[in-house]
């Protein structure tokens, strides 16, 4: 019989993978509110102002625990030990390392974001989803430069999910589509997000660094698009609800529950739960956006999505 610790062991990973699950399904979702955004706004105004919400949201969790922090600092009665408390709180909270940590996820987090908003402008949400999911593959590869080697799986899988971007996106005449090689390119900065997180949140408060990270990914978004960009305040409220969904829901809940999860589900196999955001984008392009995908496409899409659970399950037996 399972002993104890081990059942409280399976506990652990099987909540961790269900926050993992969700947070697959609102990314997935996500890509319809980020697709009839570009409607009405450039995709950097609306990157700046959804992790400017995301970011809000951290504060204001960051704030209410560094509060109790200190409650229950102040209810120590020893002196010498609430004072060991106080610099503990103060030495976490103005970490010049917890901020470079933060500001470092934040410009990954930058990257595919932008690259991926992006393309959006010039591919389907359905298409964007798989082959932002290609990140799945990217993460047990790009360990080659950590010295993991990948095994036959993993290179089995990649090549699955090659040729299933190749049916999916590459036309006849051999050509790809800007908004899909921008998404492509969007997913190995996602893939790096997903190696980095795990490394991180063992290190730092996952709350602030959701926090640095957002802020800082607003922050960058907003700096461009003041010079490539036009604001408009009635067409910011027509994506209200895009840009609310993308903020609150998508950024401030989903990451959150990424980095807590991830700290309990190794790198590689949150990649493949994670990446089911794929087939939740997919159906959400197709409820709400009509978009229809060919037999061509659908066969590129469930060679990306098998190749891709293929890779992390080769990844998975190695260890």
Not at 235 to 257: C, E, P, Q, R
Not at 268 to 277: F, K, R, V, Y
Request: glycine residues 12%.
């Amino acid at each position: 019989m399972p002993t104890t610790e081990h059942a409280r062991d399976q506990r652990s990973l099987v909540i961790s993978e269900s926050l993992l699950l969700l947070t697959a399904a609102i990314w997935g979702f996500a890509f319809v509110f980020q697709r009839t955004a570009m409607d009405h706004i450039g995709p950097f105004t609306f990157n700046a102002l959804r992790f400017a919400i995301g970011a809000l949201v951290m504060l204001g969790i960051v704030t209410v625990r560094d509060a109790r922090a200190r409650a229950r600092v102040d209810a120590v009665t020893d002196s010498s030990l609430a004072a060991d408390g106080v610099r503990v709180v103060e030495r976490e909270r103005w970490s010049r390392r917890t901020l470079l940590w933060g500001l470092a996820a934040g410009v990954l987090i930058f990257g595919g974001a932008t690259l991926q908003q992006v393309g959006l402008v010039y591919t389907t949400a359905g298409k964007a989803g798989f082959i932002t999911g290609l990140y799945i593959v990217f993460v047990p590869l790009l360990g080659t430069f950590w010295r993991q080697r990948p095994g036959h799986g993993v290179w089995f899988g990649a090549l699955l999910a090659v040729v299933g971007l190749f049916l999916l996106s590459v036309t006849e005449q051999f050509t790809i589509g800007l908004g899909d090689t921008l998404v492509l390119i969007g997913a190995l900065f996602w893939a790096g997000h997903v190696i980095y997180a795990a490394w991180v949140t063992q290190r730092m408060s996952v709350s602030r660094l959701a926090c640095i990270q957002f802020a800082t990914c607003s922050l960058l978004s907003f700096a461009v698009a003041l010079a490539l960009e036009e604001f408009d305040t009635a067409d910011i409220w027509k994506a209200g609800i895009s840009i609310l969904y993308g903020g609150f829901v998508s950024v401030g809940i989903a990451y959150t529950l990424q980095l807590v999860g991830q700290r309990g589900t190794p790198p590689a196999h949150a990649a493949i739960i994670m990446g089911q955001e794929a087939v939740f984008a997919a159906i959400g392009g197709w409820m709400f956006l009509s978009e229809f995908l060919s037999t061509r496409a659908l066969v590129g899409c469930a060679l990306m999505l098998g190749g891709a659970i293929i890779a992390q399950l080769g990844a998975r037996g190695r260890r």
